[in-house]
């Protein structure tokens, strides 16, 4: 909590337009990190989704190189996968 006071007191100092600065600054890097966070997340859910794609394949009983066509994805990551989620060893 003592930081939190010290903190304070120190905003209390500052200039209102230097203040008014070093809020547009914090608001700028929280919106891009919610930018950031997004694109991750998209990100995370195409692989998710890549990764689903090649069990079901394989589960079907198409050949590897046919996946990886499917998927766009190489065949040594199509492996990996399958070896990931214990499909082969």
Do not use: W
């Not at 700028?28 to 890549?50: C, D, M, N, S, T």
């Not at 689903?52 to 990996?80: A, H, R, W, Y």
């Amino acid at each position: 909590m003592g930081s939190n006071h010290a903190l304070s007191e120190t905003l209390k100092n500052i200039p209102p337009i230097l203040k008014d600065n070093i809020m547009t600054t914090y608001t700028r890097l929280i919106e891009k990190g919610k930018v950031e966070g997004k694109i991750e997340g998209k990100i995370e859910g195409k692989i998710e989704a890549k990764t689903q794609v090649v069990i079901k394949c394989f589960d079907q009983g198409i050949e590897i190189k046919m996946i990886s066509n499917i998927t766009d994805l190489p065949e040594n990551k199509v492996l990996d996968i399958l070896k990931t989620s214990g499909k082969i060893i």
